[in-house]
RNA sequence: GCGGGUGUGGCGGAAUUGGCAGACGCGCAGGACUUAGGAUCCUGUGGGUUACCGCCCGUGAGGGUUCAAAUCCCUCCGCCCGCACCA
């Protein structure tokens, strides 16, 4: 037979499928039926299956698309797998790009986000993703920020917000304050201008509260990448230590100093504080030294955070003229100022042990500081006169009165006992961690529901007057107040407790907020009553399966952490944890690099799509890569997705026009030649494989990868067996179970060959296939024989031979006699239905 | 510096529990069909060697454990990511 000719059907030589009519015309029918729609279901299973919402920039990107048709597919395999799926879409849509167009174009940043959404939700119809589009949300829409407003007032009704005078993270071109969390590098996470330092009045969400939760229940997170794990511990910080207090030489001021290293305290030959620390200007006031220190604190006060902080940086400091009482021996040491000591964390107090740890070491060095060994190295080599660097290591204490002798553990132990019992210090546990800032100066962001007044101080709308709304016209021009300030009936207001006259809160809320609750929303996105209904909540969440960017790692994934543990103790929900399983995909390169309008590498979907349809883009961006590592852009890769699809296309079109294959599909126990068991036996291998990939581990590209095999095969077993020996039964079978298969990857190809094959119902209602464990076995097992390690030959077997009537058949083999020669055997291991290891010697 | 990841053909990648390295795809080469082919179908494709039966080498480098190592252990190198004076 020559290749092609049994593709011809009804006259008609069918090459490719016009994936334009094909995929318009399912999409509308979708969206008629409704098909993609659920409700809660208690007598089914639920998926809660969630991408994470993208920012609505204007354009769909390949990260997007990535991100999205993983999702897809795993939404699609799991309502197969008989689940109740939970797979909605929505909007990230307050934020900083939509102000800037409207100062650059003059368009309403309303405007242009509902623009932008409108667009974007097109792209992603395009693509033909099962969402449920009745639950669609907009964290911009009134009737979404209502409640995040209402959700602030928890917080603030819990004291969990609150307004303090701080000195804060500012971002130059974006005008606005930053959170710790979104300065990466000493650059505004956004835009990534340097960001500088300026002391304000702003509102703060008491995250630190749960710092210990949040580090504990990491390991309640099993389903969650290590590295985002590990991640979040790295920036909670947690570290154990005594907080000292020291005397001043001369006063009865105190000040704490903490340290992890609390068996030291002998060691210590200098204490350093912070630039800013308080207790500088009150030990210098009126000495000789007050102007020099002042001027060194100015100095560090204009340092960027970057150049500050960096390691490799000397270490600058200056005397204060001041002394120390060490708590534990009474010893009087110089107080220093020095860059390195930061006033954020601990106490913005060191003591300075310079002979077990670096700084304290180099800092020591370079003034002219003693060095005093308090823990010996246990081969006792350790002195303070020759050490060129500092000691951080196990040992034995020393100089340290009753406490030598002393491993670095017990001695940790022992000194904080002593200095509780003795009043000198505690115990502590500090956090890196610090307080979430979430006020914003700028206009689109959801208004902070608070009222001052002169009266009453900061009021808290009521929840009755919910939403404060955004006003529609103001300047957007931003400055050093938030352009919400310059709107008068905006900010001139009554006092909701005295009804005298008020001011409004004019800056918004960090949309990382807007984003750390809508995963609740989506349960029932139309309350009108509370942002979320407790029986839709209880029965939809946690997140089964959440899919996004790593760079999220630490920001939302841990801002969403949070809230969900506000939540729960509440009593609003029953959960302490939202994402029971995390996906982190990788991202999207083009010619190695990431695409940017600046690189001009960027490849966009639209134009993907109209050249190769939904189905094939899908198919590509899965099988290119694993989903958690980079996925190099390749466009005669797509090519050969494209091509797998129509080849696809083409061998089902073909099985379909088998004439009488339906009613041969109940002859299915009929005669079998060789041939179709080994068909029956490679179905049943693909359904096993792909079912495994794509629920076990997510492995789509090996999943597709075994398709292709599959398919493969079929166009082999019709070059082989001539059109009157080949079983239609056996083909159609193949063909259903093949497109169940591929169903959840090119939804809308399989969907019009599904209805081709006469079905009425929707594929992608069907149930998964499900693999015959019987059609899996061979009756003969190719043996691999091994001799000294090499492969020698391969012999087909019986399957399920013993051991010991395996090692019979390889050694009778007469490849096997030949490169034994008369070699001694010296060990044979056999592995039944796998090979036969023989290890010789001379 | 600390923590994590990773290194496999010309390229993207596969090998799930230590058991035939290179599945699948791209690219390339040859053939078939054809007025034509950038469509489609078939065949080949890690390197070396060769009477195309094989044989030797081969998973970043070196060493080790084992009948057997891409996989486990040790030393080193490259790349990527996170944290980075955190007391």
Request: neutral net charge; contains cysteine; charged residues 25%.
């Amino acid at each position: 037979m020559k290749g092609g000719s049994f593709f011809v059907i009804g006259g008609l030589f069918m090459d490719r499928y016009d994936f334009d009519v094909v995929e318009s015309k399912w999409q509308e029918r979708w969206e008629k039926s409704g098909i993609y729609q659920v409700v809660e279901t208690p007598e089914k299973p639920k998926f809660y299956c969630l991408e994470m919402f993208p920012y609505p920039s204007g354009d769909l990107h390949m990260g997007h698309v990535r991100n999205y048709t993983m999702g897809d597919v795993v939404a699609r395999f799991k309502r197969m797998k008989g689940f109740n799926v939970l797979h909605p879409m929505g909007w990230d849509a307050f934020g900083m790009p939509a102000e800037n167009a409207a100062i650059k174009r003059g368009i309403h940043p309303a405007e242009w986000t509902w623009n932008n959404i409108a667009n974007m939700r097109r792209q992603l119809k395009r693509l033909g993703l099962s969402y449920d589009w009745d639950r669609e949300v907009a964290t911009c829409d009134p009737r979404y920020y209502r409640w995040t407003q209402w959700l602030f007032l928890l917080m603030y009704h819990r004291g969990l917000a609150y307004k303090k005078r701080a000195i804060v993270n500012w971002c130059p071109s974006c005008k606005t304050v930053l959170a710790n969390e979104q300065v990466i590098e000493g650059e505004c996470w956004r835009c990534h201008s340097t960001v500088t330092k300026t002391e304000l009045d702003q509102w703060f969400l008491r995250i630190t509260a749960y710092a210990d939760r949040l580090l504990e229940d990491l390991k309640l997170l099993k389903g969650w990448p290590e590295q985002v794990r590990i991640m979040q511990e790295n920036w909670i910080g947690r570290s154990e230590g005594v907080e000292f207090l020291f005397g001043v030489k001369g006063s009865d001021k105190k000040f704490a100093v903490f340290t992890t290293r609390q068996d030291t305290i002998f060691g210590v030959t200098f204490v350093v504080l912070a630039p800013d620390h308080p207790l500088v200007k009150e030990i210098t006031a009126g000495t000789p030294y007050e102007a020099k220190v002042a001027e060194f604190a100015e100095k560090c006060r204009l340092m960027p955070e970057i150049v500050r902080t960096s390691a490799e940086r000397d270490k600058d400091g200056i005397f204060t003229g001041a002394y120390a009482v060490n708590p534990m021996n009474g010893e009087e040491i110089p107080i220093w100022v020095a860059d390195y000591v930061l006033m954020e964390y601990g106490t913005g107090a060191v003591m300075g042990v310079p002979a077990h740890d670096q700084r304290d070491f180099e800092f020591a060095r370079k003034y002219g500081l003693p060095i005093k060994v308090v823990i010996q190295a246990p081969d006792g080599s350790l002195d303070a006169g020759t050490m060129k660097e500092a000691y951080p290591g196990e040992g034995y204490m020393v100089n340290s009165g009753q406490f030598d002798g002393l491993s670095v553990e017990n001695g940790k132990a022992a000194i904080a006992q002593y200095a509780e019992e003795h009043g000198l210090g505690s115990r502590k546990v500090n956090y890196r961690l610090r307080d979430w800032l979430i006020s914003r100066q700028r206009y689109w962001g959801a208004p902070i529901p608070i009222v001052y007044c002169d009266k009453c101080g900061v009021v808290p709308v009521p929840e009755r007057s919910l939403p404060v709304l955004l006003p529609e016209t103001v300047s957007f021009e931003p400055g050093q107040i938030s352009p919400l300030g310059s709107c008068k009936q905006f900010v001139e207001t009554t006092c909701p407790k005295c009804g005298g006259s008020a001011r409004r809160e004019t800056d918004t809320m960090d949309t990382f907020i807007c984003s750390s609750w809508y995963y609740y929303r989506y349960c029932s996105p139309h309350d009108t009553e509370l942002p979320f209904s407790r029986a839709a909540v209880d029965y939809w969440m946690a997140v089964d399966q959440y899919i996004g960017g790593i760079e999220h790692a630490v920001l939302h994934l841990l801002y969403s952490r949070f809230f969900t543990k506000v939540l729960h103790d509440a009593g609003l929900t029953k959960e302490v944890e939202p994402f029971t399983n995390l996906l982190t995909q990788g991202m999207v390169l083009k010619d190695g690099a990431v695409m940017s309008k600046s690189k001009g590498n960027i490849v966009a979907p639209d134009d993907i799509i109209s050249r190769y349809g939904a189905d094939a883009t899908r198919v590509f961006i899965l099988f290119a890569a694993p989903p958690e590592k980079e996925l190099e852009w390749s466009d005669t890769g797509i090519e050969g997705a494209s091509r797998f699809l129509n080849r696809t296309w083409r061998i089902v079109t073909a099985i379909a026009g088998l004439k009488g294959s339906r009613e041969a599909a109940f002859e299915r126990n009929g005669q079998r030649s060789a041939e179709d068991t080994e068909l029956n036996r490679s179905l049943n291998a693909t359904i096993q494989k792909v079912t495994n990939d794509v629920e076990g581990r997510f492995n789509f590209n090996t999943a597709i990868a075994a398709m292709m095999e599959f398919v493969n095969q079929l166009y082999a077993y019709m070059e082989k067996v001539p059109a009157d020996k080949r079983n239609p039964g056996l083909l159609l079978e193949c063909a259903e179970k093949l497109l169940l298969m591929l169903a959840p990857f090119a939804p809308h190809m399989t969907e019009e060959l599904w209805s081709q094959l006469g079905h009425e119902d929707s594929i992608h209602l069907q149930t998964w296939p499900v693999f015959d464990q019987k059609a899996l076995q061979r009756e003969t097992s190719i043996i691999v024989i091994q001799i000294d390690g090499k492969v020698r030959d391969r012999i087909e077997v019986q399957a399920g031979l013993s051991g010991e009537e395996l090692e019979r058949a390889a050694l009778s083999a007469e490849r096997v006699k030949k490169w034994l020669g008369n070699r001694q055997i010296a060990r044979i291991i056999s592995i039944p239905d796998k090979l036969v290891s023989i290890a010789t010697r001379p």
